[in-house]
């Protein structure tokens, strides 16, 4: 399974022959290396409505006439534009033929903002994805703050692979980030979410020197983790001393 970062919340996995794109936003994106006009996907899945997230989302959806997974709210939004969508709500699993998703818990809304007619239009329960394939299982956690139940979700799912916010001010920073991190006891984990806009502006490397050696890994855009070893888009290894590619 080859797992890549694109900027902000954008995260690509490569599966079974499925490709699937969690989170979209690519126009708009200045620390994307996508191009919205030619970016191929199978599937979408959406952690919330937020612009930031659904993105190109029905660009990308009709052209590639990919599946899109989202709240029963946004997922109806969607839907009224043309695409084909799959609602799921929180703590409701369902097996697809590439793979498991399962949707947890987010503390962060979820909305539509339309400043013209200046209507805020309600998008459902925000959410966090695990997705499981290949014997593989990855989270993540879409916009949110630090939760305890973030234990029960590190106690309950062998998580390989987890993407955080790190951004503050909408989402957890790097101190909570680093709690999340040994909550979910994730082997790896990518922080994201930050650098885009002003009010997320971090060092990435200020959340993954908290935590222990190995397990933080700054990707940039474009470059991949391959399950279970780690390397980048080249298949060159960008952290050659972590005991993850033993
Ligand atoms: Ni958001
Ligand atoms: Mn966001």
Request: net charge negative; proline share 6%; aromatic share 8%.
């Amino acid at each position: 399974m080859n797992v890549s970062y694109h900027g902000h919340s954008v995260v690509k996995i490569e599966t079974n022959g499925t490709t699937i794109l969690i989170d979209p936003f690519i126009t708009g994106n200045a620390n994307t290396d996508l191009d919205a006009g030619s970016v191929q996907a199978d599937v979408i899945i959406l952690t919330h409505g937020h612009g930031d997230h659904v993105g190109d989302t029905v660009d990308i959806a009709k052209r590639n006439h990919a599946l899109v997974i989202a709240a029963p709210e946004l997922s109806d939004l969607l839907g009224w534009e043309g695409v084909r969508t799959h609602p799921m709500s929180i703590g409701g699993a369902y097996t697809f033929d590439f793979g498991k998703v399962k949707l947890t818990q987010a503390f962060h809304s979820s909305s539509y903002v339309n400043p013209e007619s200046k209507t805020i239009i309600y998008t459902g329960m925000p959410a966090g994805i695990l997705f499981t394939a290949e014997g593989k299982t990855i989270y993540h956690a879409g916009d949110t703050g630090l939760f305890y139940d973030m234990k029960v979700i590190g106690e309950r799912n062998k998580i390989d692979l987890a993407f955080l916010p790190i951004g503050d001010n909408h989402t957890m920073g790097p101190e909570d980030a680093a709690i999340a991190t040994e909550w979910l006891q994730a082997k790896q984990v990518v922080p994201i979410h930050f650098n885009t806009f002003p009010f997320i502006k971090q060092d990435p490397h200020s959340f993954t020197s908290l935590l222990e050696e190995g397990i933080g890994v700054v990707l940039q855009p474009g470059e991949a983790i391959c399950l279970p070893v780690i390397k980048d888009a080249r298949g060159e290894s960008p952290h050659s001393s972590t005991p993850a590619l033993s």
